[in-house]
T-cell receptor, first 113, second 113 residues
Framework: EPEVTQTPSHQVTQMGQEVILRCVPI?????FYWYRQILGQKVEFLVS????????KSEIFDDQFSVERPDGSNFTLKIRSTKLEDSAMYFC???????????FGSGTRLTVV | GENVEQHPSTLSVQEGDSAVIKCTYS??????FPWYKQELGKRPQLIID?????GEKKDQRIAVTLNKTAKHFSLHITETQPEDSAVYFC????????????FGTGTRLTIIP
């Protein structure tokens, strides 16, 4: 079964540093998403991306966040200057047009110290 | 925006008994309701979903019911097994899943052998 692949699985970074989280969606999927889950809490929407542009973003997705699809296969989430409260599990997800179910990646656990 | 409430937050049932988890949503535009199972440290996995044009859907031991008028939907697991132990999240989306998912707060289900 095709999978959404995320790297790294765990990243520790110092407060104020930039991080880039990487995702390789399933090849025929056209809709891409980032969600995050603070430890013990619910999964929260960050941003959706379609046709090489952001289609929707949440209030969490402020100027410190950006997304890119640099080479037609990878989908990245950049946090410019990390804060302690950015510590969370970040999930990438993708979806085929015309279907309902998302496929989530295995997540990147980001720890900001 | 959409708000999804989920109850209970924890649920313990004897192996073989049934478990029921309930969710309510606020946005009448929501018309797609998936349920995800998340094991510790792993990605959310879709276990069943329902669209607003049906009231009930069943897949082996798992069923979901939807009451559009009351804006609530429920997950039913029958003949529970130890491997059903996990955190379960409900979610809601408009436009039949083409919009972002709004998740509930999760239910930690423990099956007692």
């Amino acid at each position: 079964e095709p999978e959404v692949t995320q790297t790294p699985s765990h990243q520790v970074t110092q407060m104020g540093q930039e991080v880039i989280l990487r995702c390789v969606p399933i090849s025929n999927h056209l809709y891409f998403y980032w969600y995050r889950q603070i430890l013990g809490q619910k999964v929260e929407f960050l941003v959706s991306f379609y046709n090489n542009e952001i289609s929707e973003k949440s209030e969490i997705f402020d100027d410190q966040f950006s997304v890119e699809r640099p080479d037609g296969s990878n989908f990245t989430l950049k946090i410019r200057s990390t804060k302690l409260e950015d510590s969370a599990m970040y999930f990438c997800a993708s979806r085929v047009q015309g279907t309902y179910g998302y496929t989530f990646g295995s997540g990147t656990r980001l720890t900001v110290v | 925006g959409e708000n999804v409430e989920q109850h209970p937050s924890t649920l313990s049932v004897q192996e073989g008994d049934s478990a029921v988890i309930k969710c309510t949503y606020s946005d009448s535009a929501s018309n797609y309701f998936p349920w995800y199972k998340q094991e510790l440290g792993k990605r959310p996995q879709l276990i069943i979903d329902i669209r607003s044009n049906v009231g009930e859907k069943k897949d082996q031991r798992i069923a979901v019911t939807l009451n559009k008028t009351a804006k609530h939907f429920s997950l039913h697991i029958t003949e529970t097994q130890p491997e059903d132990s996990a955190v379960y999240f409900c979610a809601a989306s408009a436009n039949f899943g083409n919009e972002k998912l709004t998740f509930g707060t999760g239910t930690r289900l423990t099956i007692i052998p």
